[in-house]
């Protein structure tokens, strides 16, 4: 990934990645803009973008430059994806960048350097330059990649997805997925993963017929609805639980306590007397700021969810049939048990069934 000025673009055409295609950011003042060059060189689009008067407000450029070429023809969407999931995952894109982590290219002497971490140590700088996505936004789809993630690890099956309860139904007994099989004359049910799989196990987890478990949801959800003060009151208190104002505070705290240190720290040469304490003190405060960040972040989603759950009980009436998208709205897991179904919404509410 390359990051580059304005001013840096007389010397790009000299660098050898100034031929490649690239997936780029204009970043100027709040304005971003994403873009990318498919079967035409990097160096071309940003010469045709920097002679448009409507992009006079461009300050700088940050691109992914592949040598591969693989950004033309069907592969093209492909790569966007990548793309997108690189600035997701790039603290780069935070407003931080990890100094000397891939490589430094001096425009003007046009040298590269690439940094194995052996000839300096490796700080990571802050707000180093202007954020693509804001830090509490960043760390959510950090979240939401993870929980995807561990998601796609637990089902092993293909067609996860296809059904709402695939992935969040599971057993009481053994804790395994619950799976949708469909039984020849006897109707569809949902059995453990582990009862499916393997002749021999050690779950007692049952087996339950899909029309009980969708009977079952529709109770969860009307219960939701019948009570609806005593539910409302309950999401209530959820919210209150997750109120973050002394949070933003302290993460304001620290963000102006990293900023001196890092100020700080920039000025003293490397190895010079006071670096390494100056440089474990910088640590210590991001490893709280990273930890209050993230304590924000979970909040912020949780408070969404919660919203969306109220929003529902608010605007609804019992329901008679199962619906799909209800259940991947406002259900984050279903848990079998010998006698009973809990039910848990993403609003941190759960249910009991006695089924
Ligand atoms: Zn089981």
């Known amino acids: 990934m390359i990051s580059m000025s304005r001013s840096d673009f007389p010397y790009l055409k000299e660098q050898d990645f100034a031929n490649y295609p690239a997936v780029y950011v204009l970043i100027g003042g709040n304005k971003r803009y994403v873009g990318q060059a498919a079967g035409q060189s990097i160096s071309l689009r940003l010469s045709q973008h920097f002679l448009k008067e409507d992009k006079a407000w461009v300050e700088s450029v940050l691109f992914f430059a592949r040598a591969d070429g693989i950004l033309t023809g ?26 000397q982590k891939t490589y430094t290219t001096d425009f003007l002497t046009k040298k590269r350097v690439k ?41 092993s099956q293909c067609f996860s997805g296809k059904y709402a309860l695939s992935g969040i139904t599971v057993c009481g007994d053994c804790g395994n997925a619950y799976r949708r099989v469909h039984w020849k004359n006897r109707g569809t049910v949902w059995r453990c993963k582990s009862r499916v799989d393997k002749r021999e196990h050690n779950c007692n987890g049952r087996t339950i017929y899909e029309k009980d478990l969708h009977e079952a949801i529709i109770k969860a959800i009307n219960e939701t609805l019948v009570v609806r003060d005593a539910f409302l009151q309950q999401l209530n208190d959820n919210i209150n639980s997750v109120m973050t104002d002394g949070l933003t505070d302290r993460l304001g705290e620290l963000d102006c306590q990293l900023k001196e240190l890092e100020a700080e720290i920039i000025s003293l040469a490397v190895g010079g007397q006071g670096y390494d304490e100056l ?25 969404q969810r919660i919203d969306e759950m109220e929003d529902f009980v608010k605007g609804h009436d019992a329901i008679v049939e199962y619906s799909e998208v209800l259940v991947r709205r406002l259900i984050e897991k279903v848990t079998i048990f010998e006698k009973n179904i809990v039910i848990d919404f993403k609003s941190g509410v759960s249910v009991t069934v006695d089924l």
């Open 74 to 99: 069907g592969k093209r969407k492909l790569w966007r994806g990548e793309a997108v999931r690189l600035i997701l995952r790039n603290e780069k894109y935070m407003g931080d960048a990890l100094l």
């Open 115 to 155: 940094n194995d971490g052996s000839y300096a140590q490796q700080y990571y700088v802050e707000n180093s330059h202007p954020a693509i996505i804001p830090r509490v936004i960043f760390i959510q789809a950090q979240q939401e990649l993870d929980r995807r993630k561990s998601m796609k690890n637990k089902q």
């Open 279 to 303: 440089a474990s003190k910088i640590l210590a405060l991001r490893d709280e700021r990273d930890a209050v960040s993230k304590e924000i972040a979970t909040d912020a989603n949780m408070k």
